[in-house]
């Protein structure tokens, strides 16, 4: 989500509205290590991302078809608004498994040196 909040704060300061943004969205494909949790898939839902690639499924929390397809945008309704309305988008799972399950693996036995210490 770090990426996709830099392109919309770039997009904001050139003045484009909500449908702009989402215009540019839905020609963007993200490629990920892990299926998208929940509440990652409904924020690409309503931003309207054309594709999502990922790894390995997230079987605890899988947004793209593991616990719910919010990636088919049928299941989803946040208001009246349109914007805030959730966009169906393409998701493609399981590229390389077995290495995203063993990059994750790494990672964490590792630690994140970038997060929180709690003491």
């Known amino acids: 989500m770090e990426a996709i909040d830099i392109l919309m704060e770039q997009w904001?300061?050139?003045?484009?509205?909500?449908?702009?943004?989402?215009k540019r969205f839905s020609t963007c494909d993200l490629y990920v290590t892990c299926e998208p949790c929940i509440m990652c898939a409904a924020a690409?839902?309503?931003i309207g991302i054309r594709e999502v690639y990922y790894g390995c499924a997230n079987d605890k929390?899988?947004?793209c078809g593991s616990i719910l397809p919010l990636h088919e945008g049928a299941s989803l309704?946040?208001?009246?608004?349109?914007?805030?309305?959730?966009r169906?988008?393409?998701?493609?799972?399981?590229?390389?498994?077995?290495e995203a399950v063993a990059l994750l693996r790494s990672?964490?036995?590792?630690g994140n040196p970038n997060g929180m210490l709690f003491i």
């Open 12 to 22: 904001q300061m050139e003045g484009l509205d909500f449908e702009q943004v989402a």
């Open 44 to 46: 690409l839902s309503i």
């Open 61 to 63: 929390f899988g947004g």
């Open 77 to 86: 309704e946040f208001s009246s608004s349109s914007s805030s309305k959730a």
């Open 88 to 98: 169906a988008f393409k998701c493609t799972g399981g590229i390389l498994s077995a």
């Open 107 to 110: 990672f964490y036995e590792q």
